[in-house]
């Protein structure tokens, strides 16, 4: 009987720590850039980060070693005049779905390490509050409408 508890016990316990490890677990889709002329020192950056896991997640940065710097925005219209203005992070809900695109969440990316060209592809780190990161790789695309762009899926 002491065996029998012992195991049942055991297993409660891997079970509940394997449900502490679920978490959040981001993943990046369709990522890309928007292609700037050869001397521009600021590139848009968009994708979708969706949140596979149980818990909300938090996209606190982005990295890239194809820039110096890169950062979470937004655009913000006041007075008819679009702003981008800097975002410490962006919540990605518990099984759930944020689209950064033209208009809205976006990422600047900010004096690339060389120019770059339509079908170029560029390493992104998306960097969460829990101290992980997702790398992915993001497509430059040239885009000259809104025909152009690439297709997502707007679920929110």
Request: charged content about 20%; proline content about 8%.
């Amino acid at each position: 009987m002491k065996y029998i508890l012992a195991l049942v016990t055991g297993l409660h316990g891997l079970l509940l720590s394997c449900a502490l490890l679920a978490g959040p677990a981001i993943e990046v889709q369709q990522a890309w850039i928007r292609e700037a002329p050869p001397t521009s020192q600021v590139l848009a950056g968009y994708m979708t980060l969706i949140n596979t896991g149980d818990a909300p997640a938090q996209i606190t940065g982005i990295s890239s070693p194809d820039f110096a710097r890169a950062e979470l925005h937004r655009t913000h219209v006041e007075d008819g005049v679009a702003r981008m203005v800097p975002v410490d992070s962006i919540p990605v809900p518990a099984g759930g779905r944020v689209l950064l695109e033209p208009g809205g969440l976006h990422l600047m990316l900010f004096e690339p390490a060389h120019p770059l060209k339509a079908d170029d592809r560029v390493r992104l780190e998306v960097k969460q509050s829990d101290g992980a990161t997702v790398a992915t790789e993001a497509r430059v695309i040239r885009v000259s409408g809104s025909s152009d762009m690439p297709h997502h899926h707007h679920q929110h």
